[in-house]
């Protein structure tokens, strides 16, 4: 590659315009939000209020008048009154305006240089040097910070302004983190990486690339620095450190705190400055944030709220069986599981809905291993955690029927489906250890349904007794051990025990080797088929690989695009296949030996899986 | 669990060291005319010259660093300049007061703020407006003007709280208590919200995580999944922002006890800074840089406890 050439600046220029539109965009979008205008319009407001200082006011800040001690608000030449000294309080809160904006600016400013500049400097060169700077800022954020800007007070001769750039070099730790964690996720980005390979030097990509990224966030936390600044800086003065001459909100507030008793309305006007300094800095921060945020912001919201609990599913309106449907021979009722006209769907942005299973209809019928095969994306997990009862209650789950082992699930509360799992129904799922809170011991976790079932000594045995079942060595260790002390495979054992421990009649199992290595694949896989023919129990297996579905099935089910695309005896579809898509998910098993990553997604299919 | 803990105490008193060094060399380096504050204007220049030779400041620096270290680390921080009283006792008869009102502030920034990180990150809705409401509220009203409407509306106004002072546990436990829970719910204010809304994040990404779905697959109550199993995980990001929040409050103390008029830690820190008393002045930062440090160790304990890959 070519040595950098200043003159060419081609790749970072075309970054820098779009960076730029984006940035133009995000300001007019803050002015566009009533909560950024009005900030920034209070913000303007009163910063011009304290540059037009000499002209607005009558009287200096320090001038004193016997004849006006604590004159009331609204005495002509003295519009918000007097103090105890006789001096002006519109005056001395002008000058306040000046000294709180100064304030604010110099606090703002050191913390914004130290921590932009140690950060990238950290988070771009990462290693041993990101490892120092960030132990070093880490012990300043533990700093008692207000303990040392009052103790080093004599050093500043009673300027705020040193000791304010002494206080923002204590909020530097707040900005380098930021920077450094952005630069960080930055670093690895394409961009940057391609940047590097056509010989841009590391200064340059710093510079041009990673600074759009952090300017943001920086410009959100600086306007909640800045109004940090200006309650410290009032709190000091408030104390009565720095310069008595300087009038400034804290001293306001401390000539009116010794007035309380007799003129409370003086503490009025320091509290109304600061407020409206500190409530548009704070205010403005929130906005711009909800800008940069987008549009996505409000939705992301709107799901974090329902966390807790889980979709119920309801019948559908309307017996509408689909074109498949019709397709599908009829297996007459008695079946363990029993699917029709099964949908999910999750609301969008734009407020439609997004269909990821389309009219399902399934059947497992007891003591059968079941295989739903399909692409990531094909709705064949969905459709496994609505028989469970697991999707977020955003989805929509709606079904013409949906019963297991003779129960009807639709329509049902939560609690009748909480009954449910973990009785008839149980789950093995994809990824072992991170289905193991880290905090408790394998033991406790096991445990916890089945006490509600059964005293707490009979389910200590069931569970060691079904540890050794599913090849533990050493059922009593694992028993007390914690998740992240056993191996994937023993965790997966460990989760396929917690999930036989009740007898169920029907386990779903998604995609319960994907995680795994290869060698341990072949020994769940026995481990399960022994589970079944012993328990008796209907088997539904999730899978995208037919390698699996061969090994273990009876019967399988292909999925794609949230529909049915065919199903059949194992044999007959291996031997047969009527579908294209079945055929090229077949011939994918081959790939399986070498990668074990997800079967190609089709362009429709999308990573709700 | 052992190493990691002397890894971190080696780390603090690395940062007590650097801290009350700097702090050493720039204030006894910055050339406070101590004498002549504390004779007075009319004292002789040779009244003056004879007092910095007995309060050593005629020393070279290094010297007089030399001996101060030497003195902390067999306990005697030394005397005041202006009490000759001990350092290290005037600063232990002042610390009661100061962790009361940090301490009875921490009970309530703990408690308030749990329930309603918790509320909101299960419920939302109203409760994440009450969330950041209060978020702007404490960020508009610096710690002052907070203290003084208090002080004016519950002390003055409807006599329901002393306005001023301290009573001592011991003494009588309701009037300590009347006499701290106005500063302490000041201080609280400010911590509250940002502690809710580290708890609210962080159990709305506990609560999206595989094992949650696996806990209710094995028919777990969701009061169980939310308490004790999203909560324990959820509390050890909030447990860090919870220390830095308890120095903040520490910090924050020092400016409230001028309105409470409180005999502590921020009232001793300020009349030493005013008066220019150097030994008292670094034993106030010694205390401080010591306070934090502790704290500090207790939460890795604490995230040890909760947590067992940090145990082994």
């Given at each position: 590659?070519?040595?950098?050439?200043?003159?060419?600046?081609?790749?970072?220029?075309?970054?820098?315009?779009?960076?730029?539109?984006?940035?133009?965009?995000?300001?007019?979008?803050?002015?566009?939000?009533?909560?950024?205008?009005?900030?920034?319009?209070?913000?303007?407001?009163v910063v011009v209020l304290g540059l037009l200082e000499p002209v607005l006011r009558t009287h200096s800040p320090n001038f004193t008048s016997l004849d006006f001690i604590n004159a009331p608000p609204g005495t002509p030449g003295w519009p918000l009154g007097a103090d105890q000294y006789g001096r002006d309080i519109w005056a001395r809160a002008l000058s306040s305006i000046n000294v709180s904006v100064i304030s604010?600016?110099?606090?703002?400013?050191?913390?914004?240089?130290?921590?932009?500049?140690?950060?990238?400097?950290?988070?771009?060169?990462?290693?041993?040097?990101?490892?120092?700077?960030?132990?070093?800022?880490?012990?300043?954020?533990?700093?008692?910070?207000?303990?040392?800007?009052?103790?080093?007070?004599?050093?500043?001769g009673g300027a705020y302004q040193?000791?304010?750039?002494?206080?923002?070099?204590?909020?530097?730790?707040?900005?380098?983190?930021?920077?450094?964690?952005?630069?960080?996720?930055?670093?690895?980005?394409?961009?940057?990486?391609?940047?590097?390979?056509?010989?841009?030097?590391?200064?340059?990509?710093?510079?041009?690339?990673?600074?759009?990224?952090?300017?943001?966030?920086?410009?959100?936390?600086?306007?909640?620095?800045?109004?940090?600044?200006?309650?410290?800086q009032a709190?000091l003065a408030f104390?009565g450190l720095g310069s008595t001459q300087v009038p400034s909100f804290g001293v306001m507030t401390n000539d009116a705190f010794l007035n309380i008793?007799g003129q409370p309305v003086q503490l009025v006007w320091p509290s109304v400055f600061l407020?409206?300094l500190?409530?548009?800095?704070?205010?403005?921060?929130?906005?711009?944030?909800?800008?940069?945020?987008?549009?996505?912001?409000?939705?992301?919201?709107?799901?974090?709220?329902?966390?807790?609990?889980?979709?119920?599913?309801?019948?559908?309106?309307?017996?509408?069986?689909?074109?498949?449907?019709?397709?599908?021979?009829?297996?007459?009722?008695?079946?363990?599981?029993?699917?029709?006209?099964?949908?999910?769907?999750?609301?969008?942005?734009?407020?439609?809905?997004?269909?990821?299973?389309?009219?399902?209809?399934?059947?497992?019928?007891?003591?059968?291993?079941?295989?739903?095969?399909?692409?990531?994306?094909?709705?064949?997990?969905?459709?496994?955690?609505?028989?469970?009862?697991?999707?977020?209650?955003?989805?929509?789950?709606?079904?013409?029927?949906?019963?297991?082992?003779?129960?009807?699930?639709?329509?049902?509360?939560?609690?009748?489906?909480?009954?449910?799992?973990?009785?008839?129904?149980?789950?093995?799922?994809?990824?072992?250890?991170?289905?193991?809170?880290?905090?408790?011991?394998?033991?406790?976790?096991?445990?916890?349904?089945?006490?509600?079932?059964?005293?707490?000594?009979?389910?200590?045995?069931?569970?060691?007794?079904?540890?050794?079942?599913?090849?533990?060595?050493?059922?009593?260790?694992?028993?007390?051990?914690?998740?992240?002390?056993?191996?994937?495979?023993?965790?997966?054992?460990?989760?396929?025990?917690?999930?036989?421990?009740?007898?169920?009649?029907?386990?779903?199992?998604?995609?319960?080797?994907?995680?795994?290595?290869?060698?341990?694949?072949?020994?769940?896989?026995?481990?399960?088929?022994?589970?079944?023919?012993?328990?008796?129990?209907?088997?539904?297996?999730?899978?995208?690989?037919?390698?699996?579905?061969?090994?273990?099935?009876?019967?399988?089910?292909?999925?794609?695009?949230?529909?049915?695309?065919?199903?059949?005896?194992?044999?007959?579809?291996?031997?047969?296949?009527?579908?294209?898509?079945?055929?090229?998910?077949?011939?994918?098993?081959?790939?399986?030996?070498?990668?074990?990553?997800?079967?190609?997604?089709?362009?429709?299919?999308?990573?709700?899986? | 669990?052992?190493?990691?803990?002397?890894?971190?105490?080696?780390?603090?008193?690395?940062?007590?060291?650097?801290?009350?060094?700097?702090?050493?060399?720039?204030?006894?380096?910055?050339?406070?005319?101590?004498?002549?504050?504390?004779?007075?204007?009319?004292?002789?220049?040779?009244?003056?010259?004879?007092?910095?030779?007995?309060?050593?400041?005629?020393?070279?620096?290094?010297?007089?660093?030399?001996?101060?270290?030497?003195?902390?680390?067999?306990?005697?921080?030394?005397?005041?300049?202006?009490?000759?009283?001990?350092?290290?006792?005037?600063?232990?008869?002042?610390?009661?007061?100061?962790?009361?009102?940090?301490?009875?502030?921490?009970?309530?920034?703990?408690?308030?703020?749990?329930?309603?990180?918790?509320?909101?990150?299960?419920?939302?809705?109203?409760?994440?407006?009450?969330?950041?409401?209060?978020?702007?509220?404490?960020?508009?009203?610096?710690?002052?003007?907070?203290?003084?409407?208090?002080?004016?509306?519950?002390?003055?106004?409807?006599?329901?709280?002393?306005?001023?002072?301290?009573?001592?546990?011991?003494?009588?436990?309701?009037?300590?208590?009347?006499?701290?829970?106005?500063?302490?719910?000041?201080?609280?204010?400010?911590?509250?919200?940002?502690?809710?809304?580290?708890?609210?994040?962080?159990?709305?990404?506990?609560?999206?995580?595989?094992?949650?779905?696996?806990?209710?697959?094995?028919?777990?109550?969701?009061?169980?999944?939310?308490?004790?199993?999203?909560?324990?995980?959820?509390?050890?990001?909030?447990?860090?922002?919870?220390?830095?929040?308890?120095?903040?409050?520490?910090?924050?103390?020092?400016?409230?006890?001028?309105?409470?008029?409180?005999?502590?830690?921020?009232?001793?820190?300020?009349?030493?800074?005013?008066?220019?008393?150097?030994?008292?002045?670094?034993?106030?930062?010694?205390?401080?840089?010591?306070?934090?440090?502790?704290?500090?160790?207790?939460?890795?304990?604490?995230?040890?406890?909760?947590?067992?890959?940090?145990?082994?």
């Amino acid at each position: 590659m070519s040595v950098y050439d200043p003159s060419d600046t081609t790749t970072p220029a075309a970054v820098e315009g779009g960076a730029e539109t984006r940035r133009a965009g995000a300001f007019l979008r803050l002015l566009r939000k009533p909560m950024g205008l009005g900030s920034l319009l209070v913000l303007a407001v009163v910063v011009v209020l304290g540059l037009l200082e000499p002209v607005l006011r009558t009287h200096s800040p320090n001038f004193t008048s016997l004849d006006f001690i604590n004159a009331p608000p609204g005495t002509p030449g003295w519009p918000l009154g007097a103090d105890q000294y006789g001096r002006d309080i519109w005056a001395r809160a002008l000058s306040s305006i000046n000294v709180s904006v100064i304030s604010a600016l110099i606090g703002a400013s050191v913390a914004i240089l130290i921590g932009t500049v140690f950060g990238l400097i950290a988070g771009y060169r990462g290693q041993r040097t990101d490892a120092a700077t960030s132990w070093v800022f880490n012990l300043l954020m533990t700093f008692p910070a207000l303990v040392l800007v009052i103790v080093l007070t004599p050093l500043t001769g009673g300027a705020y302004q040193i000791t304010m750039a002494i206080f923002g070099f204590f909020l530097a730790p707040g900005i380098y983190r930021l920077v450094r964690n952005l630069v960080v996720g930055v670093r690895n980005e394409l961009y940057v990486d391609a940047a590097r390979v056509s010989g841009l030097s590391n200064r340059r990509i710093i510079s041009r690339h990673v600074f759009y990224v952090v300017r943001g966030p920086i410009i959100i936390s600086a306007a909640f620095m800045a109004s940090a600044a200006i309650s410290v800086q009032a709190g000091l003065a408030f104390l009565g450190l720095g310069s008595t001459q300087v009038p400034s909100f804290g001293v306001m507030t401390n000539d009116a705190f010794l007035n309380i008793y007799g003129q409370p309305v003086q503490l009025v006007w320091p509290s109304v400055f600061l407020a409206l300094l500190n409530g548009a800095l704070v205010l403005l921060g929130n906005a711009y944030r909800d800008v940069l945020a987008g549009p996505q912001a409000g939705r992301k919201r709107r799901r974090t709220r329902r966390l807790v609990g889980e979709a119920v599913p309801m019948a559908a309106p309307g017996a509408q069986s689909s074109a498949v449907s019709a397709a599908t021979p009829d297996r007459g009722e008695g079946g363990l599981l029993t699917v029709r006209n099964l949908r999910v769907a999750y609301p969008s942005t734009d407020g439609s809905e997004r269909e990821v299973v389309r009219g399902l209809d399934l059947e497992v019928n007891p003591g059968e291993i079941v295989g739903l095969v399909g692409e990531s994306g094909s709705g064949k997990t969905q459709t496994a955690f609505s028989i469970l009862g697991l999707l977020p209650k955003e989805a929509r789950v709606s079904a013409d029927e949906l019963r297991v082992a003779g129960d009807s699930l639709l329509d049902g509360n939560g609690a009748a489906q909480r009954n449910l799992r973990g009785g008839v129904v149980s789950y093995v799922p994809q990824e072992p250890m991170s289905n193991l809170d880290p905090s408790y011991t394998i033991g406790s976790q096991l445990m916890e349904g089945l006490k509600r079932t059964m005293p707490r000594k009979e389910a200590k045995a069931a569970i060691l007794a079904l540890l050794e079942r599913v090849g533990i060595p050493d059922p009593p260790r694992t028993f007390k051990a914690y998740p992240h002390q056993i191996s994937g495979g023993m965790a997966q054992r460990v989760l396929i025990a917690g999930a036989v421990v009740s007898r169920p009649k029907l386990l779903i199992a998604d995609e319960p080797t994907t995680a795994l290595d290869v060698t341990v694949q072949a020994e769940i896989l026995d481990l399960l088929r022994e589970l079944q023919r012993e328990l008796g129990m209907g088997v539904l297996l999730v899978t995208h690989n037919f390698g699996v579905v061969a090994d273990l099935c009876d019967r399988v089910v292909v999925m794609r695009n949230g529909e049915l695309v065919e199903e059949g005896a194992v044999r007959d579809i291996f031997h047969a296949p009527s579908q294209t898509y079945t055929k090229e998910l077949i011939a994918a098993i081959l790939d399986e030996e070498t990668t074990r990553s997800d079967a190609p997604a089709s362009p429709m299919g999308s990573g709700v899986s | 669990m052992i190493v990691f803990l002397l890894r971190r105490l080696g780390a603090g008193l690395v940062l007590i060291f650097v801290v009350t060094a700097a702090t050493f060399f720039l204030t006894y380096g910055a050339n406070i005319p101590v004498a002549r504050n504390i004779l007075g204007p009319s004292a002789t220049q040779d009244q003056v010259n004879l007092l910095n030779t007995q309060l050593g400041l005629d020393q070279p620096i290094l010297q007089q660093y030399w001996t101060w270290l030497t003195g902390v680390l067999t306990g005697d921080l030394g005397t005041s300049y202006f009490t000759s009283e001990p350092i290290a006792s005037a600063l232990a008869s002042r610390l009661p007061v100061t962790l009361s009102v940090v301490l009875v502030a921490s009970i309530i920034t703990l408690l308030l703020s749990t329930v309603l990180g918790i509320a909101s990150a299960a419920r939302g809705g109203w409760l994440d407006t009450l969330l950041q409401s209060v978020a702007t509220f404490s960020y508009i009203f610096p710690a002052i003007v907070l203290g003084i409407v208090l002080v004016y509306v519950f002390a003055i106004a409807l006599r329901l709280v002393p306005a001023i002072g301290f009573v001592p546990f011991a003494q009588s436990p309701v009037g300590w208590f009347l006499s701290v829970i106005l500063p302490a719910v000041v201080l609280a204010i400010g911590g509250i919200a940002s502690l809710a809304a580290q708890i609210r994040g962080s159990m709305i990404d506990e609560l999206s995580r595989d094992y949650i779905r696996s806990l209710r697959s094995r028919g777990s109550s969701e009061a169980s999944i939310l308490f004790r199993h999203a909560l324990r995980n959820a509390a050890g990001p909030a447990l860090t922002t919870f220390s830095l929040l308890f120095i903040t409050m520490f910090g924050s103390s020092l400016f409230i006890e001028k309105i409470f008029a409180l005999p502590g830690y921020g009232t001793f820190a300020f009349t030493s800074t005013i008066q220019g008393d150097l030994p008292a002045m670094l034993g106030v930062t010694l205390f401080s840089v010591v306070l934090v440090v502790i704290v500090n160790l207790l939460v890795d304990v604490l995230q040890g406890w909760l947590n067992p890959k940090v145990r082994t």
